[in-house]
């Protein structure tokens, strides 16, 4: 328990990427591996680390054109790697670009942070079924990557 508690530390000592990328990583990374309690806990930290209840609204529709330009980045990105899609790399690249290489690594640990508890949880089958998951009190499906 303590390499948990010590993994979620690491995720907040630098804040080199705008809060809004790292939002929209780890939502997408919960999202990958969870669309039950994991999820919602991503979803409360990063509501209550002021990430727009729209915003967040959009990404788990996948709505991008709703959503916040930087945090649809750092979702649609996140989502790419994951998927294994070839356009990841351009995504990369704008990251890298915009914000520089300590952002990108930034945005490595929140994803990595993000996927630990869920997989962990799946692994030791305590996995949960899909739920409706709340954003400010307005519920949301989870749509299809």
Known sequence: MRFLTALQGLSGLSRQAPPALLHGASLAA?????????????????????????????????????????????FSYTAAVLAGEAEAMAMRDEIVKRYGEAALSELALAVVVSRTYPTMKTLT?????????????????????
Request: aromatic share 4%; glycine share 10%; hydrophobic share 40%.
């Open 30 to 74: 919960s999202l990958h591996e969870d669309c039950g309690p994991c999820a919602q806990i991503t979803i409360d930290k990063v509501c209550a680390d002021g990430a727009e209840p729209e915003t967040v609204r959009a990404l788990i529709r996948r709505d991008f054109g709703r959503a916040d330009p930087v945090s649809a980045l750092g």
């Open 125 to 145: 089958a305590f996995g949960a079924a899909c739920q409706r998951l709340d954003v400010a009190g307005q519920t949301e499906t989870v749509a299809a990557a």
